[in-house]
């Protein structure tokens, strides 16, 4: 009796989702929800293109950048002047608009399946581990499209003089080194972004939840949902940038060089976890919380705007 009335209650969800007038769904939708976090995740990220610059030099040089963030800055500015504070930006630009899409979008769409195949009433119960296993799967795809930008973008900032630009760093890795070089750091960045999106959208989850428990959404302005996406997603990136900052800095330290003939990534990745050690693998996290808590924010207000800019409505809540 009780499985009958679930999937009573289940297909009255379903029905009364498709009749719903200002409601999309299918391609339609996806397609606001990819779109929304394509420009969420570039813009965020190619605005904070100055602190990631100092971020990574921090990562890789930490003998020379020793004055934290704010030294960094300077010491960036007074050797390469500011332009320097820019290196990278086209590939994060482009690599963080192709992940963004699959990121925001891809959660949507795995969300959506796992409610689809467990329930409304089951993925309301067991609503973390839906947010975790479709932040996870959506990530996965996330970094296929980002790696070999990432990588281009860190091979321009470690190495200044490298090429000029996305296309002439892309070329010339692709030309010397083959496709392979953009995935040596695919390790990494799974270890690195799967983690941090796990965590990014479960706290984000849970704090919106709380804060619209005490505030129902619906008696709250326009304005006020924005600061509550601000607010949670500060949250959120802050958590979620402790979580993944050791292999963040692996992820900058294999992509810096190219390795040695016959060198497989496993024993790279393992030289360099040795040679960094835990204090080594927590460099520059000062400035990576500010730039992840600060973009993480952005997002989630950008993202949340552009969805209702977009009529991208639909979809399933499942948060109590």
Avoid: W
Wanted: charged share 15%; proline share 3%.
């Amino acid at each position: 009796m009780a499985s009958e009335a679930k999937t009573k209650v289940d297909a009255a969800v379903r029905v009364a989702e498709a009749n719903a007038p200002d409601k999309l769904s299918g391609v339609a939708l996806y397609s606001r929800f990819a779109l929304a976090g394509a420009i969420c995740c570039s813009v965020t990220h190619g605005a904070l293109t100055p602190v990631d610059v100092v971020k990574t030099r921090i990562q890789l040089d930490p003998a020379t950048y020793n004055n934290g963030m704010i030294g960094g800055f300077r010491k960036v500015v007074a050797n390469e002047g500011a332009g320097a504070l820019l290196t990278g930006v086209g590939p994060t630009f482009a690599g963080y608009f192709l992940q963004g899409a699959f990121k925001f979008g891809g959660y949507e769409f795995f969300k959506q399946q796992s409610i689809n195949l467990l329930g409304v009433e089951n993925a309301t119960n067991y609503r973390t581990g839906v947010y975790l296993a479709s932040s996870a799967a959506a990530e996965f795809f996330a970094d296929i499209a980002l790696c070999p930008l990432e990588a281009t973008r860190i091979r321009l900032v470690s190495e200044p003089t490298y090429a000029n630009g996305l296309i002439g760093g892309f070329s010339k890795m692709l030309k010397n080194e083959g496709v392979g070089a953009f995935y040596a750091g695919f390790g990494p960045i799974l270890f690195k972004q799967v983690p941090y999106t796990m965590s990014k959208f479960v706290v984000y989850e849970k704090v919106a939840e709380a804060i619209y428990r005490k505030y129902p959404k619906n008696t709250l302005s326009d304005g006020m949902q924005t600061a509550v996406n601000l607010g949670s997603g500060l949250i959120a990136g802050m958590a979620a940038a402790v979580v993944s900052q050791p292999a963040d800095t692996m992820l900058s330290k294999i992509n810096k060089t190219k390795g040695l003939p016959g060198e497989s990534t496993t024993s790279r990745l393992i030289k360099i976890a040795k040679d960094l050690g835990v204090k080594g693998s927590f460099a520059g996290l000062g400035a990576r919380l500010v730039m992840v808590g600060t973009l993480t924010a952005g997002q989630f207000a950008i993202y949340g705007d552009i969805k209702k800019a977009l009529g991208a409505t639909g979809g399933t809540e499942i948060s109590k």
